[in-house]
């Protein structure tokens, strides 16, 4: 939705809204804008226990969450067994699970060390990616968007394809309690 807005005021008023989160540069274009940082990876026995993706409450989140504000962070994260995630198809169905504690990876090796080395790299990118689109290097409509990957991702869309539906007959609710309150 914000990729849309930006689009919609950029289309209709000439303006830019970016949603600097939603863009994924190549290689190429993080050339072109500078940007020539290597991403603080995590070691090979942490990626094993937390997953090639890290999606929901585990290293990266926790890490951030011990970062930002660890007065909000309870203990129990250092007992959490790994959910480890390779893949979408794994991510869903660890999700599916009737006992899911909630996440997914291994938040028990976060650190917030690791999270300032993430929170620096992020903020030298869109400093960069901001540079480079403001002075004509790249157009942020060539740079590929996180949603449009997923859109392309099979298991992703597979997952999600019954939501419409769902959604679809919320709106129809809606639409008739309006219409019984003379609301149109």
């Known amino acids: 939705m914000l990729e849309q807005a930006g689009d919609y005021f950029r289309d209709t008023y000439g303006g830019r809204m970016i949603h600097l989160r939603g863009l ?39 890490s951030v969450m011990l970062f930002l504000r660890p007065d909000l962070v309870t203990p129990i994260y250092r ?27 291994s938040p028990r090796i976060a650190n917030a060390a690791y999270s300032s080395r993430r929170q620096m790299w992020r903020s030298g990118l869109v400093n960069s990616l901001v540079l480079a689109i403001l002075d004509g290097t790249l157009n942020e409509r060539d740079i590929p968007r996180y949603s449009s990957l997923m859109l392309k991702n099979r298991e992703v869309t ?27």
Do not use: C
């Open 79 to 105: 007992t959490r067994p790994p959910l480890t995630v390779n893949n979408r198809a794994e991510q869903f169905t660890i999700a599916r699970a009737n006992d899911w504690p909630g996440y997914l990876g």
């Open 158 to 184: 597979k997952e999600y394809s019954g939501r419409n539906e769902y959604y679809e007959q919320i709106d129809r609710k809606k639409r008739v309690w309006m219409k019984k309150k003379g609301i149109e």
């Open 24 to 62: 994924e540069p190549t290689q190429d274009q993080l050339s072109k804008a500078g940007f020539n940082q290597p991403f603080p990876n995590l070691t090979d026995a942490e990626t094993k226990e937390n997953g090639k993706l890290d999606i929901h409450a585990g290293f990266e989140e926790t």
